[in-house]
T-cell receptor
Framework: GENVGLHLPTLSVQEGDNSIINCAYS??????FIWYKQESGKGPQFIID?????DKRQGQRVTVLLNKTVKHLSLQIAATQPGDSAVYFC?????????FGTGTSLTVIP | ETGVTQSPTHLIKTRGQQVTLRCSSQ?????VSWYQQALGQGPQFIFQ???????GRGNFPPRFSGLQFPNYSSELNVNALELDDSALYLC???????????FGSGTRLTVV
């Protein structure tokens, strides 16, 4: 199995600042990781993914860092905007099954 | 527009009843997964279908069952509903070898 946890259930940041959301997992066999964004009333939306043979991947305004040694990954959002307000989940693939954390609710203060 | 559509969007059922939820996968996708998301929690994997066969299952009892059809639409069936089955049920479709699943907006099931 897999235990996935996010370090903070809530996070508030000022508009324009950078946001960092952290996630820990337990199974060293986990080989694929995805960050999802979920807005109220909607399903999770894919943000960025990373495979276990990488330690960093960048997208538009987002960066995912993976530290397999301590089984930790993070999502960095640059220049956070009000539209980034949502719940963020990390999903960890272990044995062809995805395990989700409980989510971090990000609030962007204008 | 996610490309994955679920119906109905909301549903109220009585304890002990049976329910069928439906999902239409995104064009070109050949796998479908179902998740249960309780309020304030992350989605929990129920099962996955590929080529109309179940090829992965989470920690859910047999009263949760599913079907995938040749046109890649699918159903989630839940028998003998319990109050704790109240949740948002999410369908996600994808392509084998590519884990970037696309989620639908879900069906909100309330069991009373």
């Amino acid at each position: 199995g897999e235990n996935v946890g996010l370090h903070l259930p809530t996070l508030s940041v000022q508009e324009g600042d950078n946001s960092i959301i952290n996630c820990a997992y337990s199974n060293s066999a986990s080989d694929y990781f995805i960050w999802y964004k979920q807005e109220s009333g909607k399903g999770p939306q894919f943000i960025i993914d990373i495979r276990s043979n990488m330690d960093k991947r960048q997208g538009q305004r987002v960066t995912v860092l993976l530290n397999k040694t301590v089984k930790h990954l993070s999502l960095q959002i640059a220049a956070t905007q009000p539209g980034d307000s949502a719940v963020y989940f990390c999903a960890v693939n272990t044995g062809n099954q995805f395990y989700f954390g409980t989510g971090t609710s990000l609030t962007v203060i204008p | 527009e996610t490309g994955v559509t679920q119906s109905p969007t909301h549903l109220i059922k009585t304890r002990g009843q049976q329910v069928t939820l439906r999902c239409s996968s995104q064009s070109g996708h050949n796998t479908v997964s179902w998740y249960q998301q309780a309020l304030g929690q992350g989605p929990q994997f129920i099962f996955q279908y590929y080529r109309e066969e179940e090829n992965g299952r989470g920690n859910f009892p047999p009263r949760f069952s599913g079907l995938q059809f040749p046109n890649y639409s699918s159903e989630l069936n839940v028998n003998a509903l319990e109050l704790d089955d109240s949740a948002l049920y999410l369908c996600a479709s994808g392509t084998t070898g590519n884990y970037g699943y696309t989620f639908g907006s879900g069906t909100r099931l309330t069991v009373v």
